[in-house]
């Protein structure tokens, strides 16, 4: 028989949709040293998203906070971001980049729910109702994902599920905490909800998001320079008129104007999709590209080329890891990438020192990164021991140093070993 999920007590709901009712609802977050918050918002229209409604729960109470007709969240903004309060989330990046943008900081103490059940055996990304249903056996609604959040009023269904988005955060994180607890990783934790605030709220003028634009193959450095001006500049005009940058300007316009590299208005206005009124700024981000020494133009991204034995060994940590992670009860694309594990390989291949990635750093260097090691230096033999099992290997010591391979031979164009002895007449040449 199912076992029931454990009885939720029923909280008091409220919609904050005036003045009077925000204060009081301000009133009682002040006094609790744990808030759930989600937010929902409408982003496809605008430069940066428009918040649409705040859902906030506490252990007495769960609230909906209307900021269209309540007036100011700034009193809001700052019991959020109180040092002395723990905020639950779920996925919460762009939740808590709402909040930096309103007060230019993000809530101090993140604890963020699907990192956390990551770090328990849980797969990752796990969405809300997917880890609601795991962990505390409840099913929830989302029907109402593709809903306009600007349009009023709003509809019981619609206030069912903003409410539910929180009703069971507390729930999660007091569980999750738990097992944290248990397993001794309330410290990893704490490493990861820091690194994933850090990178919501990242200052993202000091990245080159401009690298991700499609279309950039063949490009030369000044090519990738005009990209750069122009990327830059569409991100200032996006801001300003406050539209979404793509809208304005396509990224594989971008890529064609780097190509033609325009000298004239006429070579520009050739291209169609141009925004009206903007062509002049544009060839000046142009201009701008061009009149830099070589020496600013921005470096030709290394490809991903690496060579079979870098290839195959990566592939052999990736089994390993995932055997591991079984073993542990992690995620095991929470703590490590492909492409981690091949620079580890890499280094290793020509005896650098490893470079610094998520895998050599914190908790995973300290859990994770000897055991991989040993493998791959070839200090522990990897066996099967149980084909049904959910991690079906084993890691032996060796004591003995393994004798060395050589290298395989070279091959000839046809891929055949030079080494093999020449082949014998048949009878047809008899």
Not at 258 to 273: E, F, N, V
Not at 276 to 290: H, M, N, S, T
């Given at each position: 028989m199912p076992r029931r999920p454990p009885k939720l007590t029923a909280l008091p709901e409220t919609l904050v949709a005036h003045p009077a009712e925000l204060g009081t609802c301000l009133d009682h977050l002040a006094q609790m040293p744990v808030i759930a918050f989600?937010?929902?918002?409408?982003?496809?229209?605008?430069?940066?998203?428009?918040?649409?409604?705040?859902?906030?729960?506490?252990?007495?109470?769960?609230?909906?906070?209307?900021?269209?007709?309540?007036?100011?969240?700034?009193?809001?903004?700052?019991?959020?971001?109180d040092p002395?309060?723990?905020?639950?989330?779920?996925?919460?990046?762009?939740?808590?980049?709402?909040?930096?943008?309103?007060?230019?900081?993000?809530?101090?103490?993140?604890?963020?729910?699907?990192?956390?059940?990551?770090l328990v055996g849980y797969s990752y990304p796990i969405g809300y109702a997917g880890l609601v249903q795991d962990l505390l056996g409840y099913r929830m609604s989302k029907g109402e994902t593709l809903t306009d959040w600007r349009r009023r009023p709003l509809l019981p269904a619609q206030l069912r599920y903003a409410f539910d988005d929180v009703r069971f955060l507390l729930a999660a994180w007091k569980k999750l905490t738990d097992r944290l607890r248990r397993n001794g990783r309330?410290?990893?934790?704490?490493?990861?909800?820091?690194?994933?605030?850090?990178?919501?709220?990242?200052?993202?003028?000091?990245?080159?998001?401009?690298?991700?634009?499609?279309?950039?193959?063949?490009?030369?450095?000044?090519?990738?320079?005009?990209?750069?001006e122009v990327f830059g500049w569409r991100e200032e005009f996006a801001r300003r008129v406050n539209r979404p940058p793509r809208m304005l300007l396509r990224d594989d316009l971008i890529a064609e104007i780097?190509?033609?590299?325009?000298?004239?208005?006429?070579?520009?206005?050739?291209?169609?999709?141009l925004p009206?009124?903007?062509?002049?700024?544009?060839?000046?981000?142009?201009?701008?590209?061009?009149a830099l020494p070589p020496d600013d133009f921005p470096e030709l991204e290394a490809r991903d080329n690496d060579p079979a034995h870098v290839l195959l060994l990566g592939s052999l940590?990736?089994?390993?890891?995932?055997?591991?992670?079984?073993?542990?009860?992690?995620?095991?694309?929470?703590?490590?990438?492909?492409?981690?594990?091949?620079?580890?390989?890499?280094?290793?291949?020509?005896?650098?020192?490893?470079?610094?990635?998520?895998?050599?750093?914190?908790?995973?260097?300290?859990?994770?990164?000897?055991?991989?090691?040993?493998?791959?230096?070839?200090?522990?033999a990897v066996r099967v021991v149980k084909p049904s099992s959910t991690a079906p290997l084993a890691y032996l010591p060796i004591s003995q140093p393994l004798p060395k391979t050589p290298d395989p031979e070279p091959t000839d164009e046809t891929g055949v070993e030079d080494s093999l002895p020449p082949a014998q007449p048949t009878s047809d040449t008899l």
């Open positions: 989600d937010t929902e918002f409408v982003g496809e229209d605008a430069y940066r998203p428009e918040l649409c409604l705040v859902q906030v729960a506490t252990a007495e109470k769960l609230f909906v906070i209307d900021p269209f007709s309540c007036g100011p969240l700034d009193r809001f903004w700052e019991i959020l971001t002395a309060k723990t905020v639950v989330v779920h996925a919460g990046r762009e939740d808590l980049r709402i909040c930096f943008f309103a007060v230019g900081k993000p809530p101090a103490n993140v604890f963020d729910v699907q990192l956390a059940a990551g309330l410290g990893w934790a704490d490493e990861e909800f820091a690194g994933f605030v850090r990178k919501a709220v990242a200052d993202e003028t000091t990245t080159e998001r401009w690298r991700k634009v499609k279309g950039l193959g063949g490009l030369d450095r000044r090519g990738l320079a005009i990209v750069r780097a190509r033609r590299a325009p000298k004239t208005l006429d070579d520009l206005q050739s291209l169609r999709g009206r009124g903007e062509p002049e700024a544009i060839l000046d981000a142009v201009r701008r590209a061009k940590l990736g089994v390993v890891l995932a055997d591991m992670c079984s073993r542990k009860k992690l995620a095991a694309n929470l703590v490590a990438s492909g492409q981690d594990l091949k620079g580890v390989v890499r280094a290793a291949a020509v005896g650098q020192q490893l470079p610094d990635l998520p895998l050599t750093r914190g908790w995973r260097a300290e859990a994770i990164l000897p055991e991989l090691l040993a493998v791959l230096d070839g200090t522990h």
